[in-house]
Each structure stands twice: as C-alpha cells, then as structure tokens.
C-alpha cells in the first residue's frame, strides 16, 4: 500500500450512512475478505475506506414472519437459517471465511474477475427480498433485483424477506471449498403457495427464472423452461454448454426438495 | 491502537487497514503465522481472535482493536509443548511446516469448541487449509488424537494407521 486512504471507523448506522454520503470515493469494508486482498496486491487503491464492523448492522431480527437481516451479519450465521439461505450460505467458502465474510460483501461484489459471485443473491430473489440502502437521494428500500445493478454505488443497510412455507437450495458441487460454485438454484415456496426459483452463475449476477416458475407444477418442463430465462456463458468455472445441461437438473432438484419438505 | 497478542499488550502503530498477518509478522515479529497466497486461500496465517479461527491476510487490525490475538507461540512453549504440538510432532504430522501452524491454529478453535475425534468432522474444520506436502492423514490423526486425550511419548513415533486414504481430505 502506498498512499494511505482515509479511514472512516462508523459507531453507528446513522454514522455511517452519514460519512458514505453519495458515496464517491468511498470503498465499503464489511469483512474484509474481498477487500484486503485487492489492497496487499495493489489492485484497489481506496481514497476513503469505509469500516462497517462497529456501525451496528450485524445480526437477524424477526417481526412476525418477516426476516431482516443486517448488512455485517456473517455468512457462518447465516448458515444457521432456514433453505434456501442456510445451506447456500453453507456452500461458501470454508470455516474461516464465512465467519468473517458478510452478506453485504457477497451481495454486493457481484462479479469477480474471472467468474460470478454472490452466492447469496439466488437465495434472496427466491424469497423476494428487498434491501434498504443507503446513498445519493437518501434511504431507500427496493426489490433485491432493482437493487443489484446499483449495488456499487449505495450502501446496504439490511436485507428482509418474509419466512417462505417451504425452501430448497440445489448446487453444482465445488472442487474445492475455495472454489466458487458454478451455478446453484434456490427455490421457495411463499406462504400463498407460489413457488419462486432463482439461479446463480448463469450471468453475472443471480438471475429469477420466470418460465420455470410458470411451470413449476411439472418440474421436467420447468427444467426446460429455465433455459428460456437465461443468458448461459464461459467463464473459468464452466462453459455454457456444461450450465446447460445441469441447469434443469438443478431445477428439478430444486423442485424435489420443494416437494419432499411439504 | 492496541492489541492484546499472546497474553502480552502491545502497541501498533501500522496504518488501520494493514492486514492483521503483516502487522504481526512486520510490526510485532511474531512470526508462526505464514505469508503463503495472502489472499485467504491458503490457511497459513490463520490466528485466533477471541477464540475464532481468523485469516490474519484478510483481516485490516483496525477491526480487531483491542482484541486477544493467540498464535501458536501462545499455545505452548518448546519446554512444554501444547497437546496439539506433541500430537503433530507424535503422528509426524509436520512435514515441510509451512501450514503446520495455521493448521495448529484452526484445530485449537475446533478442540476448543468442543470438536472430537470425528474424521469428517476434522476435515470439515480444517478444509480452508491447504498441505502442499500433501500430509493430510497424518494431520487429521494427530487433531483426532488430541479429541480422544491421547497421551505422547515425544521418543517413539506412531506408525501411520492408515495407508489407503492416500488421497486425504478434500
């Protein structure tokens, strides 16, 4: 590291939504796992650095049947809740890493250099969350998928999403536990008994899967029909070819389990 | 800025975000904690912070002020060593060293959460660290010895129990 950023160190959530601001030239530091690496290779070069880990935004509340999750909340918590988000948040990395990784960080870095990321933004269209962020024209709250293109420019603040009847979370397996995976699938179904899906690692970010859902009552055909919801590419993990072969599998698996937990 | 590192306070005065691993390498010369990818994919610089197993690569000390740092050098001393120490020493589970340590680490914090002698169960805990020796086996009957509250005689070595697994844990 050279020149040494400035350091912005939030006790408080109206800290530091106060010192973000609009957000220009600050680079937001939730667990430091994607971060610190950029810094020791010198591929980022903060002016501003914004630390979360004392403004107050970890930990899962429940009003009711709605979930709410805080930004800093660790992956290793996560992996404590219910499908589709526990055993996603499971699936990611290993011990070390989910307990410092936080849900802000994976939603927000999106794609990484060579392959997608944010394991946890499938989970999360499946349950149709909304996120409250912060930044330019102040505190907003969103649907998660109106939120994703503009995730490198606000500040996450939490994320909530109703309690589903029933989850599922079905995943390529990795190589290994430091790899990312190559495409999973999260499926719910609401307390109104609709059943959503979603995928991640068919783009760059998680994509819903609105023809599958559509024919979510016979899970061979909602498998076919994912592959009409989807831009399939290569990348350093799979080719298109092989995502799309697996994608309807995954979807009926998905879907299997859907059907065994009701 | 103050951390606590092995029972001893110290001062540090590295800039907020140098990651944990450099300003105890560097600043402090606490050195068992290893420089390997320096981007959390390894497991060698793994520490504990308050009791967790923690990447000190990826972690800025500005977020763990004021906490207790334990590396290996805090577990015990070359006059006595730790059970963790004399099991790897016994089972050979130290082959080139470099992971040795972080592994050290992330088994005291799974032992310490009351982890037993459950292969898998070991495998799992550990499977952030990579041993480019390849000396899995011997790693995992050395922490699965510990589990049990096997006792070690530093002047014999253990016979390797198990010589099919030769592809160790994942």
């Not at chain 1, 055993?87 to 939603?107: F, H, K, M, V, Y």
């Not at chain 1, 060579?114 to 149709?128: H, S, T």
């Not at chain 1, 831009?231 to 072969?245: K, M, Q, V």
């Not at chain 2, 990818?37 to 977020?63: H, I, K, N, W």
Request: hydrophobic content about 40%; overall charge negative.
């Amino acid at each position: 590291m050279s020149a040494a950023p400035e350091v912005l160190l939030p006790s408080s959530a109206d800290e530091a939504v106060s010192l973000f601001g609009d957000g220009a030239d600050v680079t937001v530091v939730g667990g430091g796992t994607i971060v610190l690496p950029e810094l020791t290779y010198g591929r980022l070069k903060p002016t501003r650095a914004l630390l979360l880990h004392r403004a107050g935004l970890a930990g899962i509340s429940r009003n009711g049947s709605t979930v709410t999750v805080g930004a800093t909340t660790s992956i290793l918590d996560l992996s404590r809740e219910r499908a589709p988000v526990g055993p996603c948040a499971a699936n990611i990395a290993d011990l070390e890493i989910r307990s410092q990784g936080t849900l802000a960080g994976n939603i927000c870095a999106g794609e990484g250099p060579d392959a997608p990321r944010g394991d946890l933004q499938g989970p999360l269209l499946a349950l149709g969350a909304t996120v409250r962020s912060a930044g330019q024209g102040g505190t907003t709250t969103e649907p998660l998928e109106e939120f994703l293109p503009k995730r490198r420019s606000r500040l996450l603040l939490d994320v909530s999403f109703e309690e589903p009847a029933a989850g599922a979370f079905a995943a390529l397996g990795r190589p290994h536990t430091h790899d990312y995976t190559a495409l999973a699938v999260s499926a719910v179904r609401a307390a109104d008994g609709s059943i959503r899906l979603a995928a991640t690692g068919v783009g760059w970010w998680g994509t819903r899967l609105p023809s599958a859902e559509a024919a979510a009552g016979d899970p061979e055909a909602a498998g076919t029909a994912a592959l009409a919801d989807v831009t399939l590419h290569d990348d350093a993990l799979a080719s298109a070819w092989y995502r799309e072969r697996t994608l309807p599998v995954l979807v009926r698996r998905a879907l299997a389990q859907l059907e065994e937990s009701a | 800025m103050k951390l606590t590192v092995n029972g001893i306070e110290r001062e540090v005065e590295s800039a907020p975000l140098t990651p944990l691993l450099f300003v105890l390498r560097d600043e402090l010369e606490v050195e068992s904690p290893k420089a390997g990818c320096q981007q959390g994919g390894c497991g060698a610089c793994t520490v504990l912070v308050d009791g967790e197993p923690r990447r000190s690569c990826l972690t800025p000390v500005a977020a763990v002020e004021g906490a207790q740092i334990t590396t290996v050098e805090g577990l015990g001393s070359p006059e006595s060593l730790a059970p963790l120490q004399q099991a790897f020493t016994h089972h050979y589970a130290a082959q080139c060293g470099f992971c040795t340590t972080g592994m050290i680490m992330a088994a005291q914090a799974y032992l310490d959460h009351g982890g037993t002698e459950d292969r898998e169960a070991i495998q799992s805990a550990l499977a952030g660290h990579v041993c480019r020796c390849t000396g899995y086996v011997k790693i995992v009957d050395a922490v699965s010895a510990v589990a049990r509250g096997d006792s070690f005689d530093l002047t014999v070595t253990a016979e390797s129990h198990d010589t099919t697994n030769v592809g160790g844990t994942k």
